[in-house]
Each structure stands twice: as C-alpha cells, then as structure tokens.
C-alpha cells in the first residue's frame, strides 16, 4: 500500500501529461487509502478537463477499490485484535455502530458520493469485519458518479491550472495545518532554544 501510494504521487510529479490515465489510478490508490493524505477532488477536475470522464471515473474508481481492498485485507483484522478492540466498548462506537448496521451498503455509498468523511464509514465498516465483496461493491457504486462529476466540472468550467494547484493546496492544509506548522515551526523553535541557552 505504501508502495503504490509512493508511485501514485511519483506518477503525479513526473509522468502526468504522459500517462494521465495510469496518473489517475496510481493517484487514486494513495488518496483514497486509510492512511491518505492528499485530496482527490481537484486531481480528478484537472484531467476532466482533457480526458474522457467515463474512462477517468473508470480508472480513478478502480484505483479506490484497489485502496479500499488492501485497507480491507490489512485494518479489519488489526482493529478487531483483541488488545486493540477496547473502543468498542465506548458509548459513542456503540451509538455509531448501530445506526451504520441499519444501512451499511447504502451508508457507504452515500459516503462515498456525497463530500463527507468517508474515512469514519470506512472505519466502522472494517470494525464491524463488513463483507469485503460488499464493501468493495458500495465503494464503487458511490464513488464513479462522484468522479464522473469532479470531471465534469472540470471539463465544464475549465477551472485555471493555477486555481487548482492553489484549492489542492489549501484542502491539504485545512486537515494538517497542525503537522505542517509543527514541521515548520521546528527550526525556529530550536534556533530561540539555541540563543536563550536552553537544551533540545
């Protein structure tokens, strides 16, 4: 998993132009893994704007399968280890567990096509050891008309390059705003430690 993400994001910065469509799917498995970090969204507007949208929902919702079936194979069992299962027994997974078994597949893929945080559904749905066939089934029932639209609006608009990079950016930021300062901000922290005297 980490592999493939690794060169999803190698394929974003040096093949791009030349294999768009493999761009898109190896993109797609690292921003759509459990452990993603980067926006999906303002990826699939940019193709959009040059590319068949059955085939970019096509590639880009076979790479979130592909994502959603190696989270499935690795965090279900680890979440249901009997050390690591102590949150089951919160109020709060209980509350969410149950309203989610009512409706699992359709809750998925309602996560999946509307701007929510799909990672939550996602981790109930490996708590709980969710059918990997089904899952893999919501997961692409909500995601293809999700990207099929993000590409039409790209080829619609045909939103500046510029306001792209700038929206990947700021949605990248808005979730880690507190990694990326805390990195940042480290120099600075040990340059003032330095000059007052103090140990790091």
């Known amino acids: 998993m980490f592999i ?14 030349v ?20 926006p999906h969204e303002p990826v699939l507007v940019w193709y959009g704007k040059t590319q068949n949208l059955i085939r970019l929902a096509t590639v880009a919702t ?19 280890l009997s050390y690591s299962a102590r949150y089951k027994s919160s109020p709060a997974y209980q509350r969410a567990q149950r309203w989610f078994s009512k409706a699992p597949f359709w809750a998925l893929t309602l996560a999946g096509f509307l701007p929510l945080p799909f990672y939550l559904f996602k981790f109930l749905a490996l708590a709980s050891r969710y059918p990997l066939s089904k899952y893999m089934a919501a997961v692409a029932v909500g995601r293809f008309p999700r990207y099929y639209l993000l590409g039409l609006a790209g080829f619609f ?9 700038g929206i990947f950016v700021l949605m990248f930021a808005l979730v880690y705003y ?3 300062w805390w990195i940042f901000s480290r120099p600075f922290v040990f340059l003032a430690r330095a000059f007052s005297g103090q140990r790091y």
């Open 178 to 180: 507190k990694k990326v």
């Open 62 to 80: 076979l790479g979130t399968m592909l994502a959603g079936y190696l989270d499935h194979r690795f965090f279900a069992p680890i979440l249901n």
């Open 19 to 38: 294999y768009p469509l493999l761009t898109v799917f190896f993109y797609s498995v690292s921003s759509n893994a459990a452990i993603a970090i980067l």
């Open 4 to 17: 493939l993400g690794a060169f999803g994001i190698y394929m974003m910065t040096v093949w791009a132009k």
């Open 157 to 165: 608009f045909q939103i500046p390059n510029w306001l792209l990079i």
